[in-house]
């Protein structure tokens, strides 16, 4: 089974690429499951029940959240009534929406995607790890691939729950920074692993916002509005080869795709 997992989806640029390339790279890389961060899909804060359907009807199977989940209001509503669009399952429990999914393959294959969030330097939440095994134990025992998003700050974080969760999941990939980290990798259990899979937006930024306003906010400490910057469009994914039956990782490589034009 080919999975392709899309690095936070960043305002209008991260969406103008998903919705231009997505379907060629699925068709050139036979990819049977995609599944894509994109709590940053409007403006760059949050995303809307309508930038969810154009994603989940653009080929992205699964979106993951994150801190951000909950910046537009009107996704309460919607959340409960989609769960395709997940929020971290260690959120308190009477959030709406659920943090894990479980779906079918476009080859018929089970699968599973678990959003989590970490509390270092974070808004203190449930315990990820055992809310990890909580929900892992939820996921029906035919079910052998399952995607893990540990949304985190901390690399510390991150790459302890790609130990913790070894041999039990089929990958264990990290969202949050917008930078792309080089240790993409399979651990000894045959979990595919990466502390962040990086950004799909603007490229030319600071974490997918204009310079200038995020270097003058360092350099004065005052509040200021953020705009998602419009350069060198770019999609950071994760590409992992995983054996159905098994669940295990195979291979894993980091992709990056450009807008040209």
Known sequence: MRIL??????GAPGRRIVLERLQDIVANEQIDLVVANGE??????????????ELLSAGIEVLSGGNHIWDRKEILDFIPREPRLLRPAN????????????GMSRLGIAYAVL?????????????????????LARVPSETKVIIVDIHAEATSEKRA????????????????????????????????????????????????????????????????????????????????EVDSVSGRAVSVARRRYRLEH
């Open 161 to 240: 729950m790609g130990w913790h969760l070894d041999g039990r999941v089929s990958a264990v990939i990290g969202t949050h920074t917008h930078v792309a980290t080089a240790d993409d990798q399979i651990l000894p259990g045959g979990t595919a692993y990466i502390t962040d899979v990086g950004m799909t937006g603007p490229h030319d930024s600071i974490i997918g916002m204009e310079k200038a306003a995020v270097i003058k906010r360092f350099l004065d400490g005052m509040p200021i509005r953020y705009e998602v910057a419009t350069g060198d469009i770019q999609m950071n994914a994760l590409f992992i």
């Open 115 to 135: 959003c989590l969030q970490g509390r270092i330097f974070m808004v203190a939440n449930d315990d990820p790890f055992s809310v990890a095994d909580r929900e």
């Open 40 to 53: 940053n899909a409007a403006s760059g804060f949050g995303i809307t029940p309508r930038l969810s359907e």
């Open 91 to 102: 959120f308190p429990s009477a959030s709406p929406g659920s943090g894990l999914f479980c």
């Open 5 to 10: 997992f899309i690095g936070d989806i960043v």
